[in-house]
């Protein structure tokens, strides 16, 4: 494959309080995708509207714990329509350089630390995850993430990014969220089944 997969990240936004919540995990159908999946979504977070486009579903943490937030973003690429799932899961398979992911985060939000860039799965297809964290600017002031992107491509020409992390006024806020939550976060993307 001569065309290269940039990865794509989801920024959090802090969306407000909830009120409703949940206490079980839920398996939710996403039919509004280009190719339709099912999602199992952390245990007593509360399903949110999306809110862009490309994001097909977004859970967030209930009310009185840590903020955290998971998205699944599906974009379609039009010039990877032709290009066979063996590419994708080629390309896909090879670990990100942390440093370049780094310089990708970089451009879009503040004080960026990549922790560790690998490979690991989505329903079966090679990903590339990317640890990390960053901080950026809004209309409340400065907010902080503390969490992971998981990023795959099946056919036809379509790239997931699966984000998952805690938010914070601060680094420490934010890491104590991500410890808070990190078995949820890692599980998220685990549980994706992405429709043949």
């Given at each position: 494959m001569t065309?290269k997969i940039f990865?794509?990240?989801?920024?959090?936004?802090?969306s407000?309080?909830?009120v409703?919540?949940q206490?079980?995990?839920?398996?939710?159908k996403?039919e509004?995708s280009?190719?339709?999946?099912?999602?199992?979504?952390p245990?007593?977070?509360?399903?949110?509207?999306?809110t862009?486009?490309n994001?097909?579903?977004?859970?967030?943490?209930?009310?009185?714990?840590?903020?955290a937030?998971?998205?699944?973003?599906?974009k379609?690429?039009?010039?990877l329509?032709g290009?066979?799932?063996?590419?994708f899961n080629?390309?896909?398979?090879?670990p990100?350089?942390p440093s370049e992911?780094?310089s990708?985060l970089?451009?879009?939000?503040?004080n960026?630390?990549?922790f560790?860039?690998g490979v690991?799965?989505i329903?079966?297809?090679p990903?590339?995850?990317?640890?990390f964290?960053?901080?950026?600017g809004?209309?409340?002031?400065?907010v902080?993430a503390?969490?992971?992107?998981?990023?795959?491509?099946?056919t036809?020409?379509l790239?997931?990014?699966i984000?998952c992390?805690a938010l914070g006024?601060?680094?420490g806020?934010?890491?104590?969220?991500f410890?808070?939550?990190?078995?949820?976060i890692?599980?998220?993307?685990?549980n994706?089944?992405i429709?043949?």
């Amino acid at each position: 494959m001569t065309k290269k997969i940039f990865l794509g990240f989801a920024g959090f936004i802090v969306s407000g309080f909830f009120v409703v919540t949940q206490t079980i995990a839920q398996t939710v159908k996403v039919e509004n995708s280009p190719r339709p999946f099912t999602v199992v979504s952390p245990t007593s977070w509360v399903q949110q509207p999306t809110t862009t486009g490309n994001s097909r579903i977004k859970f967030a943490a209930p009310s009185g714990t840590p903020a955290a937030e998971c998205a699944v973003i599906v974009k379609e690429f039009p010039g990877l329509r032709g290009e066979p799932q063996s590419a994708f899961n080629k390309q896909m398979a090879e670990p990100s350089n942390p440093s370049e992911m780094a310089s990708q985060l970089s451009s879009r939000y503040n004080n960026v630390k990549v922790f560790s860039a690998g490979v690991a799965s989505i329903s079966g297809f090679p990903a590339q995850l990317v640890n990390f964290q960053y901080s950026a600017g809004t209309p409340s002031g400065e907010v902080w993430a503390r969490g992971i992107t998981v990023t795959t491509a099946t056919t036809p020409g379509l790239v997931w990014t699966i984000s998952c992390g805690a938010l914070g006024k601060n680094l420490g806020e934010a890491q104590k969220g991500f410890s808070y939550w990190q078995s949820e976060i890692m599980r998220f993307p685990t549980n994706i089944k992405i429709r043949q």
